[in-house]
């Protein structure tokens, strides 16, 4: 078999991965390191570019090496990475100046109030098919603007550029300055109608155009890199946001296709192909990949404490010791139906319910509650967010979704993979790949080499396992019943 071969470089919110795919799609070598987590302020992020670029620069050579490969082995790299955080740099020197301010970081969010009571909200909405939130780029470019010294002058000049991390990446590697369809899309500057950097929107938040950079579509030859890890030469073939990318992965590419990847917390795609709708829950609506790697909409939902729930019965609680014994804890129960409802909703609750008062709970708390049950009840609360997802997307699309593909750590909880068929009332199949999100970016920049087409992605997709909906109707009913009991009781807590 010949030697050629595609990088993926998987740049992550707490660390990045570089993995080597052969050309039967195989990951033949992987490497990992997480970098500095930057906390100026109670809710600031930051990153430092920086570090993240000799990171991902290191990580590069090592994994070559591993692979026992060449560098004219190489025939393209595909970029996926964390979304919305962003990064300024001078154009002359390309140097930052400031660190990146990562998708988490809030110290926009009163700036997103405001703009919110200046009834920004539904044209933006409109025009942008996401919400006013200070997770968006738009007003981390602004605040940067504003608050470091000289900026605004020299982004006036046209001195300044700005992009995602994908885009950030792609300058170093190549010198470039260009970012992909998903990534503009969460910016609050894109209109994912006209597909353009909007200038109603860089007007508001003060962004010159200069700064921006040329946006094509995710499979697309971006630039190719410098003297850099001894890859020089060699093209850049796809940039795609990670959650976007998860969903080529899964090789959901067309219209009905849905996958929902389970980690902290959870992310639910659903691809609506030219269909441009907007939500009536509040669901986002953001721009992913058609079978050809060109640009299909999505709806996205996020279920914002998933598997976060896990850990906090791990660390906080400690009910177990490992993330994975929360299954074999499960043992000692019967499947008897119960009153017990846990609802974590830590930090409020996101889309259908959007109350930010709501507060965590565990209610139909008996004498016999134990670690056991509790837990179980968290694992179904990780399914019974997820099904009301589906719910909205079903109701905003009125198309029923026949299956869906799963991925993400916590999916290797068999129960509570059974459990999400189980109350979805549809087969679930959870991917037999580690890592759909690096395999999204490889897919991409293989097919653009033009080693892979759709149909051989197809054959790449090693086999997972289906779990069929197996509960009866009318305990589904029960456990659909209690859930929603106990959200209506967590609304408003907080005042
Ligand atoms: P992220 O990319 O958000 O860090 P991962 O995909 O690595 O997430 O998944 C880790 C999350 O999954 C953690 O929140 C952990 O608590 C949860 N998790 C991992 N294994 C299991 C398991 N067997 N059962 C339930 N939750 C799990």
Redesign the pocket.
């Known amino acids: 078999m010949s030697n050629e071969c595609i990088i993926a470089i998987d740049q992550?919110t707490?660390g990045s991965r570089v993995f080597i795919f052969d050309r039967g799609g195989q990951v033949i070598a992987g490497e990992y390191a997480e970098f500095t987590q930057h906390f100026p302020k109670p809710a600031w992020v930051e990153h430092d570019p920086e570090e993240i670029w000799s990171g991902v620069e290191t990580l590069l050579k090592k994994a070559l090496q591993k692979s026992e490969r060449n560098p004219s082995d190489v025939r393209g790299i595909g970029i996926t990475n964390q979304r919305e955080t962003v990064v300024v740099w001078d154009k002359e020197t390309g140097t930052p100046i400031h660190n990146a301010i990562v998708w988490q970081c809030r110290r926009t969010s009163t700036q997103c109030e405001k703009l919110k009571e200046e009834g920004h909200e539904p044209m933006i909405r409109k025009k942008t098919g996401l919400v006013i939130d200070a997770y968006f780029s738009g007003t981390k470019v602004a605040w940067i603007l504003e608050n470091v010294d000289g900026a605004k002058e020299k982004a006036k000049q046209g001195r300044l550029a700005m992009g995602t991390i994908d885009s950030w990446l792609l300058f170093r590697l190549t010198g470039e300055h260009s970012t992909d369809y998903t990534n503009a899309s969460r910016t609050l500057l894109y209109n994912i109608e006209k597909r353009e950097w909007d200038e109603d929107l860089l007007n508001l938040l003060g962004i010159p155009t200069s700064m921006l950079p040329e946006v094509h579509p995710s499979r697309f030859c971006f630039g190719k890199i410098r003297d850099i890890a001894g890859l020089k030469g060699v093209p850049v073939l796809a940039m795609i946001g990670d959650q976007q990318a998860a969903l080529f992965g899964q090789l959901r590419v067309h219209p009905g296709e849905a996958k929902n990847?389970?980690?902290?917390?959870c992310f639910l795609l659903f691809n609506t192909g030219d269909q441009f709708l907007i939500s009536d829950s509040g669901l986002l609506t953001t721009l992913a990949c058609n079978a050809e790697g060109g640009p299909a909409y999505a709806l996205e939902g996020a279920v914002f404490i998933?598997?976060?729930v896990?850990?906090w019965l791990?660390d906080s609680m400690k009910f177990f010791a490992k993330?994975?014994d929360?299954?074999d804890l499960l043992k000692e129960l019967d499947d008897s139906p119960d009153e017990l409802v846990f609802v974590p909703a830590f930090a409020g609750l996101g889309a259908p319910h959007w109350d930010m008062n709501a507060r965590g709970a565990i209610l139909g708390l008996s004498r016999d509650t134990s670690p056991a049950r509790i837990t179980r009840a968290a694992?179904k609360s990780i399914a019974l967010q997820s099904y009301e997802l589906v719910q909205a997307m079903e109701n905003d699309t009125k198309e029923r979704m026949n299956l869906l593909r799963i991925d993400?750590?916590?999916t290797?909880?068999t129960f509570?993979a059974q459990y999400q068929a189980d109350i979805l009332n549809k087969p679930v199949e959870r991917s037999g790949n580690v890592d759909a999100t690096a395999l999204g970016s490889a897919y991409l920049a293989g097919m653009e080499a033009g080693l892979w087409d759709l149909k051989t992605l197809e054959t790449f997709q090693s086999d997972g396992s289906r779990f069929e909906p197996s509960m009866d109707s009318q305990r589904r009913e029960h456990e659909l019943r209690y859930w929603k009991r106990a959200i209506e009781k967590v609304k408003g807590w907080a005042e």
């Open positions: 992550g707490t990847t389970y980690g902290t917390g998933a598997g976060a896990i850990q791990r993330a994975s929360s299954e694992l993400g750590g916590a290797s909880n509570l």
